[in-house]
């Protein structure tokens, strides 16, 4: 069964300005649909035949992996690499390849299961159209023409040289759509890794030319991402543990972005995203997967003078596999109990489209203000770890004093009660703490020292902030630790 787009009118909104005019249906679809109805049996089965033919020369001799999908493999074919008289043939036979497009060809063979992406596609095509022409909004690409064909063995042969994991034995299912520039979020996350971390800069020039599944492995052994595994013994424990992995393992490559001052997301794709799901929510459609290879954008991922074709970055929503239509007027939070709730799993959740919008709303971020929300969050925690060990050492002390501490803490005292304090003195101050004589710990018990010091004697604070600040510029402690301490104080530096 053949299905092309047509040039229906779009599905009426009920927010105000999101339906354009009626458009009259005076198309090539809607031509070759009439034209299709003319035909005698005989002259449909030919025709069918004669795409199927066009359509396996098109993956055999036109047709250039780009990318892959956990259940589709994707090609573009560009028509100014073919024959004109193929073009022209396809044209006859109702695939109007314009400019040239993205060839979708399933991985599994499930009757119809193309065909219906197919259609969720259309749907999401003339919904997203409504907004063609609005920098805020998203767009679907263009779809062109599905076709379920019996593929010989020379075809099947190709794909599975270029795909992994490609199953299927004899028919496939493929899409033809618009072709888009660009990066999926995951090989745009991928590459920008791999473009600054230190253990792939060898690779940065080489970056535009590598390959979706070489940018994967390099940026997964750079962050040291984990592999799921373990001691799970039943499909359900197996699946959450996966899950948990993978969600650490985005966590490492998001914040990893995230501490870079030169990669910043333009704030634009996030509203465009946001913008266009909103808007299928309210006409009744959801893409239902929030897959980061489902969002593409075009114009780059980095700010720079790549806008893409209009001048901004363009995002994408391309893939429409479990897209379902939903009750019409639902708020947000019903929408999430009803279509995306998923039981016992940790972090990401697949199913919620807008799932990708929480990394690029991070990324989104101007680096100076991403920093400065880490060393407010860094200040916290550090207080917070030094007032817990506070907490376990004075209960501690109440089963058994440590005499050792006690007399510590009176030469201390001492010390700071003097006018000035040395360097020398500061060192010698972090080096006699008894308590431990591991740097990382023993500087936390200097800070819990100095804390339960100055409760006992207020006075004793100005003197103790100077012997800190003097230490924050020594090698012998962990002077990022002494950092954040003092930063969440506002005595002068």
Do not use: C
Request: cysteine-free.
């Amino acid at each position: 069964m053949v299905r092309e787009f047509g040039g229906g009118i779009p599905p009426q909104d009920k927010s105000p300005g999101d339906t354009p005019p009626p458009q009259p249906q005076t198309d090539d679809a809607t031509t070759e649909a009439v034209a299709e109805k003319e035909r005698t049996p005989e002259e449909r089965e030919e025709i069918e035949r004669l795409r199927e033919a066009l359509i396996e020369e098109m993956i055999l001799e036109h047709a250039e992996k780009v990318n892959e999908g956990n259940n589709g493999v994707i090609y573009q074919i560009g028509s100014e690499e073919m024959p004109v008289e193929f073009v022209e043939r396809a044209r006859e036979l109702g695939i109007e390849l314009g400019e040239g497009g993205a060839l979708k060809i399933l991985k599994v063979y499930y009757p119809g299961k193309g065909a219906r992406e197919f259609e969720m596609q259309q749907r999401a095509y003339e919904i997203a159209a409504a907004k063609k022409d609005d920098p805020e909004y998203a767009q679907v690409p263009k779809p062109i023409h599905f076709q379920d064909i019996e593929a010989d063995e020379e075809t099947l042969a190709a794909i599975r040289r270029v795909s992994r994991d490609f199953r299927s034995t004899k028919r496939i299912e493929v899409l033809i759509m618009d072709f888009v520039p660009g990066k999926d979020l995951a090989t745009a996350f991928y590459a920008e890794v791999v473009r600054h971390h230190p253990k792939t800069r060898h690779l940065a020039e080489q970056v535009d030319t590598m390959s979706v599944d070489d940018l994967h492995l390099e940026a997964s052994l750079a962050l040291g991402f984990e592999r799921p595994g373990g001691k799970a013994r039943d499909e359900g424990a197996r699946q959450y543990e996966e899950t948990k992995v993978l969600s650490g393992n985005h966590e490492k490559l998001i914040s990893f972005l995230e501490n870079r001052t030169d990669v910043q997301i333009d704030p634009t794709i996030v509203r465009q995203f946001k913008n266009t799901i909103d808007l299928f929510h309210r006409q009744g459609f959801t893409i239902r997967d929030g897959h980061r290879r489902n969002f593409m954008i075009s114009g780059g991922l980095v700010g720079g003078p790549d806008k893409g074709p209009q001048g901004h970055p363009q995002g994408f929503i391309i893939d429409f596999e479990k897209a379902v239509e939903i009750e019409p007027g639902l708020n947000e939070e019903d929408i999430q109990d009803r279509y995306f709730k998923v039981a016992d799993t940790e972090g990401y959740n697949y199913l919620d489209p807008r799932a990708p919008l929480h990394d690029l709303e991070r990324l989104a971020v101007p680096p100076a203000e991403r920093k400065r929300r880490r060393s407010e969050g860094a200040d916290r925690e550090q207080v917070g770890e030094v007032a817990s060990k506070r907490a376990a050492l004075e209960k501690s002390l109440d089963k058994r004093p440590d005499p050792r501490l006690e007399k510590y803490e009176s030469w201390l005292k001492t010390i700071l009660s003097k006018e000035a304090i040395s360097p020398d003195e500061a060192e010698i101050g972090f080096t006699r703490h008894p308590l431990s004589q591991d740097k990382d710990t023993k500087t936390d018990f200097l800070l819990v020292s100095i804390e339960r010091l100055i409760d006992q004697d207020p006075s004793l604070e100005e003197r103790a902030l100077e012997m800190l600040r003097a230490l924050e510029k020594s090698t012998i402690v962990v002077w990022p630790k002494i950092s954040r301490y003092l930063n969440t104080k506002k005595g002068p530096r």
